[in-house]
């Protein structure tokens, strides 16, 4: 998307498009869940599947957080937690 779109202002139409486009889907679903009384079908998923998909979640959250607050990009890395426990960066962050 980037490779077409750019960033910044160039992107925000595509963006605002694909969640737009997916909140509608994901209402669309809840809806349909409600209407033919299948909120129980949740109960089919297994708890650890659940769990990891919270836990997924969680990591990305915290991921992309540490990415926006310092400007840094994780990867990952020993090289990439030494960036992060860098001088520089836990004083941005004491200072937050």
């Not at 919270?54 to 400007?71: A, D, L, P």
Request: aromatic fraction near 14%; proline fraction near 1%; glycine fraction near 12%.
């Amino acid at each position: 998307v980037m490779d077409g779109q750019g960033l910044g202002k160039d992107a925000l139409a595509t963006t605002m498009a694909a969640f737009t486009i997916s909140t509608l889907l994901m209402g669309a679903c809840f809806w349909l869940l409600g209407r033919y009384r299948l909120g129980r079908a949740v109960n089919y998923f297994p708890q650890h599947f659940i769990i990891g998909c919270i836990g997924g979640i969680g990591i990305f959250v915290t991921k992309t957080g540490f990415e926006v607050s310092t400007g840094k990009t994780w990867d990952w890395s020993i090289l990439s937690l030494e960036v992060f426990s860098s001088r520089e960066v836990v004083l941005l962050w004491a200072s937050a």
